[in-house]
């Protein structure tokens, strides 16, 4: 059974960093699509960053230049560096899973990440 779990969220001031971190279980992760999606209260999820089997990634316009998506395929997981934090990225943060395009097969449960200003 494909299992997603995050890790690594948490409360930061504004400008701090955070390292997100998905361990992926029951797929075999190398061939997979990751990504990361964000949810803020009262607002539509929202796709922050992908990256393909290949390592080609791509980043949404909002957190370009600021969050780097990677990935270790001998440790199954997924991170999510990101930097120069500001209030708006306040969110619970998901990790994805696509066998060959998004919209994803499987979603992780979700980690908060809150910037306080």
């Known amino acids: 059974q494909p299992r997603l779990v995050e890790s690594g969220g948490g409360l930061v001031q504004a400008g701090g960093s955070l390292r997100l971190s998905c361990a992926a279980s029951g797929m075999l992760f190398s061939s997979r699509i990751m990504a990361w999606y964000r949810q803020a209260p009262g607002k539509q999820r929202e796709l922050v960053a992908r990256i393909g089997s290949s390592g080609f990634t791509e980043h949404a316009d909002s957190v370009k230049g600021r969050f780097t998506i990677s990935r270790d395929n001998a440790k199954n997981t997924v991170y999510l560096e990101m930097i120069s934090l500001k209030p708006e990225d306040t969110a619970a943060y998901y990790c994805?899973?696509?066998?060959?395009?998004?919209?994803?097969?499987?979603w992780g449960q979700g980690t908060q990440v809150t910037v306080s200003s």
């Open positions: 994805a899973a696509a066998r060959f395009s998004l919209p994803p097969d499987y």
